[in-house]
């Protein structure tokens, strides 16, 4: 059973900084890219940061410069560094894992509220 698993969202002022963790477990396929994607409240699901496993990194655009999109010493883990927030940074953050085979793996999100 392969598990994805967030941590790391909270409450914090504009400004302020955030790093979200993720952890991808119980697949026996690589995972080939794990990305960040945020839902804000009545809107879509959006991709913000993506890692492949060859190092290319996508960003969204509102993001490019102030999150940071890295991988962890463990195998599968990724963290999000999100500095300057913004109050339109409010959502909730999903871990997204794609296996080598093309299965998409989701986590169930942590939120992250930036107070204006």
């Known amino acids: 059973q392969v598990q994805v698993v967030e941590s790391g969202g909270g409450l914090v002022q504009a400004g302020g900084s955030l790093r979200l963790s993720c952890a991808a477990s119980?697949?026996?396929?690589?995972?080939?890219?794990m990305g960040w994607y945020r839902q804000a409240p009545g809107k879509q699901r959006e991709l913000v940061a993506g890692?492949?496993?060859?190092?290319?990194?996508d960003y969204a655009d509102f993001v490019r410069g102030r999150f940071t999109i890295f991988r962890g010493y463990v195998k599968d883990t990724m963290y999000l560094q999100m500095n300057s927030l913004e109050s339109d940074d409010t959502a909730v953050y999903y871990c997204?894992?794609?296996?080598?085979?093309?299965?998409?793996?989701w986590g169930q999100g942590t939120q992250v509220t930036v107070s204006s």
């Open positions: 997204n894992a794609i296996s080598d085979r093309g299965d998409n793996y």
């Open positions: 119980g697949t026996i396929f690589s995972i080939n890219y």
């Open positions: 890692l492949a496993s060859g190092g290319r990194r």
